[in-house]
């Protein structure tokens, strides 16, 4: 008997057809628990659309998306739902994080609103992300890197299978832009599966596996496996 875990992910021919021609070709795709990948791709490949398909933003026109095993084109809409709030965080470019809130509450905020439930379990992540003097800042004091990773804290705490991250180092210098993917991986060595679209191939290479999107067809996976790498 197999007993082995399903992938987090599985794509098989994922299509999505805006009415006005764009959208995404093809993307065949597996990600593994515990695992960083990236997605590169010219502005207007694609990478948004694949990102709104895995988080079940956005229905495929073709082709199938299994999330730990649940086909997920077989769910009724409530139960699609419930697979993205309990399955899947997201780090939107536009981080979302609520200026008169903390950086520990706006973590805890992934929960609800009872954010005092949820102190221990947002202040201890933040500490493995290297924010742990900062868990009481309001995030309005805080830098461009360290909201980055207060989103991306946020995205992680209810132990999703599943992190997207769009454009997360997007305007950080190399410096910051390690930081934020160090928390990144962190997520992946808790048991996530981590998929982040990027226009930078120095923040690409830091991953276990690199896609390439052009023109809406996404390119087999490059495992790259380097221990050591460098944003800079
Ligand atoms: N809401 C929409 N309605 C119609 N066409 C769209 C819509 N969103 C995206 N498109 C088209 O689909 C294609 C892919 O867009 P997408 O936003 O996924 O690319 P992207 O790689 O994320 O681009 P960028 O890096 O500029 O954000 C483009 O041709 C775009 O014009």
């Given at each position: 008997?197999?007993?082995?875990?399903?992938?987090?992910?599985?794509?098989?021919?994922?299509?999505?057809?805006?009415?006005?021609?764009?959208?995404?070709?093809?993307?065949?795709?597996?990600?593994?628990?515990?695992?960083?990948?990236?997605?590169?791709?010219?502005?207007?490949?694609?990478?948004?659309?694949?990102?709104?398909?895995?988080?079940?933003?956005?229905?495929?026109?073709?082709?199938?998306?299994?999330?730990?095993?649940?086909?997920?084109?077989?769910?009724?809409?409530?139960?699609?739902?419930?697979?993205?709030?309990?399955?899947?965080?997201?780090?939107?470019?536009?981080?979302?994080?609520?200026?008169?809130?903390?950086?520990?509450?706006?973590?805890?905020?992934?929960?609800?609103?009872?954010?005092?439930?949820?102190?221990?379990?947002?202040?201890?992540?933040?500490?493995?992300?290297?924010?742990?003097?900062?868990?009481?800042?309001?995030?309005?004091?805080?830098?461009?890197g360290?909201?980055?990773?207060?989103?991306?804290?946020?995205?992680?705490?209810?132990?999703?299978?599943?992190?997207?991250?769009?454009?997360?180092?997007?305007?950080?210098d190399p410096r910051t832009a390690r930081s934020?993917?160090?928390?990144?991986?962190?997520?992946?060595?808790?048991?996530?599966?981590?998929?982040?679209?990027?226009?930078?191939?120095?923040?690409?290479?830091?991953?276990?596996?690199?896609?390439?999107?052009?023109?809406?067809?996404?390119?087999?996976?490059?495992?790259?496996?380097?221990?050591?790498?460098?944003l800079g």
């Open positions: 008997m197999n007993t082995a875990s399903p992938p987090a992910v599985v794509a098989e021919g994922l299509a999505f057809g805006y009415a006005s021609g764009g959208g995404l070709v093809r993307a065949d795709l597996t990600l593994a628990a515990g695992t960083t990948a990236a997605v590169e791709g010219p502005s207007g490949s694609g990478k948004s659309t694949l990102l709104a398909l895995l988080g079940l933003i956005l229905s495929p026109t073709a082709g199938s998306l299994h999330i730990t095993g649940t086909d997920t084109g077989a769910l009724a809409a409530a139960d699609r739902d419930l697979m993205r709030l309990r399955s899947i965080g997201i780090v939107l470019q536009d981080l979302g994080l609520l200026p008169f809130l903390n950086a520990w509450e706006n973590v805890a905020a992934a929960f609800g609103p009872r954010l005092a439930r949820h102190r221990t379990e947002a202040r201890a992540l933040l500490g493995d992300l290297g924010m742990g003097d900062l868990a009481e800042s309001r995030v309005t004091e805080l830098s461009g360290q909201r980055q990773r207060i989103a991306v804290a946020r995205a992680a705490v209810k132990q999703p299978v599943l992190i997207l991250a769009d454009e997360p180092t997007s305007g950080l934020v993917m160090d928390a990144l991986r962190s997520c992946a060595e808790r048991g996530a599966a981590v998929l982040l679209v990027t226009h930078d191939a120095a923040v690409a290479e830091t991953c276990d596996r690199r896609h390439v999107l052009d023109e809406g067809v996404l390119s087999a996976a490059e495992p790259l496996n380097a221990p050591e790498r460098s």
